[in-house]
């Protein structure tokens, strides 16, 4: 089992930074990729920012420019974090983390319990 602990949401106003972060635990192998998604009421779960066991970034267009993700590998833990900056009323959701690992049938996928952002404007 792997788990899933974010935090860093909160209230900021339009304009502000924040960070997150997603602290992963447990069986914390063969990794394949960490995320972030969102939603925000009404609407659905949207990818924001992914990166791969080697590196690799992908973003949303909507935050490209603006949000950074980023990886720190620890002993027995793996933390990912996700920088917002420039933060506009429209990213307020509630921000998921999620880790995939394995292969095929054996491909596992965990996601956290949420962290809400907030933007006012």
């Known amino acids: 089992q792997v788990q899933l602990v974010e935090s860093g949401g909160g209230l900021v106003q339009a304009g502000g930074s924040l960070r997150l972060s997603c602290a992963a635990s447990g069986s914390i192998f063969n990794i394949n990729a960490m995320g972030w998604y969102r939603q925000a009421p009404g609407k659905q779960r949207e990818l924001v920012a992914t990166?791969?066991?080697?590196?690799?970034?992908?973003?949303a267009d909507s935050v490209k420019g603006r949000f950074t993700i980023s990886r720190d590998n620890a002993k027995n833990t793996v933390t990912v974090y996700l920088q917002m900056n420039s933060l506009k009323p429209e990213d307020t959701a509630v921000y998921f983390c999620r880790l995939v690992r394995g292969r095929g049938i054996y491909e596992y996928d965990y996601w956290g319990q949420g962290t809400q952002v907030t933007v006012s404007s």
């Open positions: 990166i791969t066991s080697g590196g690799s970034t992908n973003y």
